[in-house]
T-cell receptor
Framework: GEQVEQRPPHLSVREGDSAVITCTYT??????FFWYKQEPGASLQLLMK?????EINEGQGFTVLLNKKDKRLSLNLTAAHPGDSAAYFC???????????FGAGTKLSVKP | GALVYQYPRRTICKSGTSMRMECQAV??????VAWYRQSPQKTFELIAL?????????EQNFTQEKFPISHPNLSFSSMTVLNAYLEDRGLYLC???????????FGSGTRLLVI
C-alpha cells in the first residue's frame, strides 16, 4: 500500500525565515495531495489540497510544490511567524478516493 | 458548507471497558467515512474505511473485533473501542467524503484517555 514519508520530524526557524517540509510517496496512482496544520490540542486544519495535474500552488504565506517524477510534495512557508508554530501533516490519496494516508508529521517552531 | 461533528470531544474510560464515539456529517451525504487514530506524539493511522453499500475495510493492525464500526446512513457513523487499554489512548478522528468529492472533511476528533 501507499507509504508516505515526511521530513524533518522537527524544524525550528527564526521569525521571517522560510521553512520547508517535504513528503515522498510510493504509490504511482496517487492523485490527491493535502497539507494539514494541527495546533496543540486541536484537530486538523486543511491548508491546501493539490491535484496531480498541478505542480505549483500558492496559498497565504506558503507554496506547495508537487514533483510527480520524484513523487515528492513540499510545503514552503515563506517568512514564517510565531503563529505558524504547529504540527504539519501531508496526506496522499489515490484517484479512486481511498482514504488519505498521512505522513509522520513535522513539528515546526518559529522563534521571535 | 460541509461539516463533520464528532462527539464526545473528550472522554475517559477505565482500562478494560469500552467507549463509543460518533461522527455526524452535515451539509453533505457521507458516502465514505474513514476513522483514524493519532496516538501521543504520532501521526494519524488509518483504522478503517467504511463506504455505503460496501464492506468496511480494516487496515492491518486494526480489527472489527476491537474497533467495530457502524455506518447506517449517509449522515452518521460510529466506532467503538472495545476493551480499551493504555495503548488505545489518543485522538480518534473521523473524516467523511461525499460521492464525487476529492477530499475528506474531518471532525474535531474524540480524545480518549484510558485510566
Amino acid at each position: 500500500g501507499e507509504q508516505v514519508e515526511q521530513r524533518p520530524p522537527h524544524l525550528s526557524v527564526r521569525e521571517g525565515d522560510s521553512a520547508v517540509i517535504t513528503c515522498t510517496y510510493t504509490d504511482p496512482n496517487s492523485y490527491y495531495f493535502f497539507w494539514y496544520k494541527q495546533e496543540p490540542g486541536a484537530s486538523l486544519q486543511l491548508l491546501m489540497k493539490v491535484f496531480s495535474s498541478t505542480e505549483i500552488n500558492e496559498g497565504q504565506g506558503f507554496t506547495v510544490l508537487l514533483n510527480k517524477k520524484d513523487k515528492r510534495l513540499s510545503l514552503n512557508l515563506t517568512a514564517a511567524h510565531p503563529g505558524d508554530s504547529a504540527a504539519y501533516f501531508c496526506a496522499v490519496s489515490a484517484y479512486n478516493n481511498n482514504a488519505p494516508r498521512f505522513g509522520a508529521g513535522t513539528k515546526l517552531s518559529v522563534k521571535p | 458548507g460541509a461539516l463533520v461533528y464528532q462527539y464526545p470531544r473528550r472522554t475517559i474510560c477505565k482500562s478494560g471497558t469500552s467507549m463509543r464515539m460518533e461522527c455526524q456529517a452535515v451539509g453533505f451525504q457521507a458516502t465514505s467515512v474513514a476513522w483514524y487514530r493519532q496516538s501521543p506524539q504520532k501521526t494519524f493511522e488509518l483504522i478503517a474505511l467504511s463506504t455505503v453499500n460496501s464492506a468496511i475495510k480494516y487496515e492491518q493492525n486494526f480489527t472489527q473485533e476491537k474497533f467495530p464500526i457502524s455506518h447506517p446512513n449517509l449522515s452518521f457513523s460510529s466506532m467503538t473501542v472495545l476493551n480499551a487499554y493504555l495503548e488505545d489512548r489518543g485522538l480518534y478522528l473521523c473524516g467523511a467524503r461525499g460521492q464525487g468529492a476529492s477530499d475528506y472533511t474531518f471532525g474535531s476528533g474524540t480524545r480518549l484517555l484510558v485510566i
